[in-house]
């Protein structure tokens, strides 16, 4: 039973540029759940895609965007990286109108800015 | 806007004692409280409380909610090395999303 997978495992990018990360969700599951967890604190909630929309969003700027596709993959996308973006980006997902048990979260990409 | 405080931020115990982990909470709609553990990237899932004054139990680990007062505690008992890691207390609102608190981060000392 394949979990969540992410890629890729780490990345480094230079201020300015742009980087795409991707998430399969679990088997059976159909929505996404982007979090960013800097340093030290805890997974901050970016946002969410289910039936390929943007169902809500946390307090990230626009440089922040993503997609999910009809096989229910998702990929965020940002832009003009700042240092301040350097986080460990993880990807949950989850089965809509399902219980709390049901997140199941992939193991992230590392993500460093110079 | 949903809230998540715990306590305290770290913690350095000696092999066999007793710890306990505090969650307090600010949620619209309420469905659960999740503990999770974070050992090096993926957090792991612990227990998930719905009902107030219910204790769940897995090993030595157990944990317990108080709808009224909006906290949760997770006790370790017995703690061993294999117990160091940052654990994460999160709760899910009406919109379906976790909102985590910053983490307790535990260190065992053998």
């Known amino acids: 039973d394949a979990g969540v997978t992410q890629s890729p495992t780490h990345l480094i990018k230079t201020r300015g540029q742009q980087v795409t990360l991707r998430c399969s969700p679990k088997?059976?599951?159909?929505?996404v759940s982007w979090y960013q967890q800097a340093l030290g604190q805890g997974p901050q909630f970016i946002f969410q895609?289910?039936?390929?929309?943007?169902?809500q969003r946390g307090n990230f700027p626009d440089r922040f965007s993503g997609h999910q596709f009809p096989n229910y993959s998702s990929e965020l996308n940002v832009n003009a990286l700042l240092l301040g973006d350097s986080a460990l980006y993880l990807c949950?997902?989850?089965?809509?109108?399902?219980?709390?048990?049901?997140?199941?979260f992939g193991s992230g990409t590392r993500l460093t800015v110079v | 806007e949903d809230k998540v405080v715990q306590s305290p931020l770290s913690l350095v115990v000696h092999e066999g004692d007793t710890v306990t982990l505090n969650c307090s909470y600010e949620?619209?709609?309420?469905?659960?409280l999740l503990w999770y553990k974070q050992e090096k990237k993926a957090p792991t899932f612990l227990f998930m409380l719905?009902?107030?004054?219910i204790e769940k139990k897995s090993g030595r680990l157990s944990s317990i909610l108080d709808k009224k007062e909006l906290f949760s505690i997770l006790n370790i008992t017995a703690t061993q090395t294999g117990d160091s890691a940052v654990y994460l207390c999160?709760?899910?609102?009406?919109?379906?999303?976790?909102?985590f608190g910053t983490g307790t981060r535990l260190t065992i000392i053998p």
């Open positions: 895609y289910y039936e390929e929309e943007e169902r």
């Open positions: 949950a997902s989850s089965l809509t109108g399902g219980s709390g048990y049901g997140y199941t």
């Open positions: 088997s059976g599951h159909d929505t």
């Open positions: 719905t009902s107030s004054g």
């Open positions: 949620v619209t709609n309420f469905r659960s």
């Open positions: 999160a709760v899910e609102g009406g919109n379906e999303k976790l909102t």
